[in-house]
C-alpha cells in the first residue's frame, strides 16, 4: 500500500510540472486570428494582400479582385477594409492606404 501510495504522489508531482509546462507554453501561442465575415471576397481580399509589397487603396484591392472601378464597387471594397481594420487584421498607414497587420 505504501509503494502506491509513492507512485501515485510522484505521478501527480510529474502531472503539476506538465500543467506549469504546457501552460507556459500555451501562453506563448498566438491567438487565432478572427472568424471573416462570410462575404466571399474577404478571403479573397486577403490573398491579394498576402501578394502585396506595400500599403493598397480601395482602387487597388478592386482592381485586383477583377470588379469594375466604378464607384460603388470601391466604396464597397473600402467599406470592407475599414472591417478588417477593425476585425484587427489589416492597418490603415494613412488616408486612404491598408496594409496587412504585421
Known sequence: MQSRLRETESHLEHLAITR???TALADRLPTAPPDLPEHPDYP???GVFNEATGPL????VC???KHEP???NIEG???KLKRLV???ILTKVDTGHFTRKP
Open 57 to 60: 487603396r480601395a482602387r487597388d
Open 20 to 22: 506549469k509546462t504546457v
Open 70 to 72: 466604378l464607384a460603388k
Open 44 to 46: 479573397r481580399i486577403l
Open 77 to 79: 471594397t473600402r467599406a
Open 86 to 88: 477593425k476585425l484587427d
Open 63 to 65: 482592381e485586383a479582385l
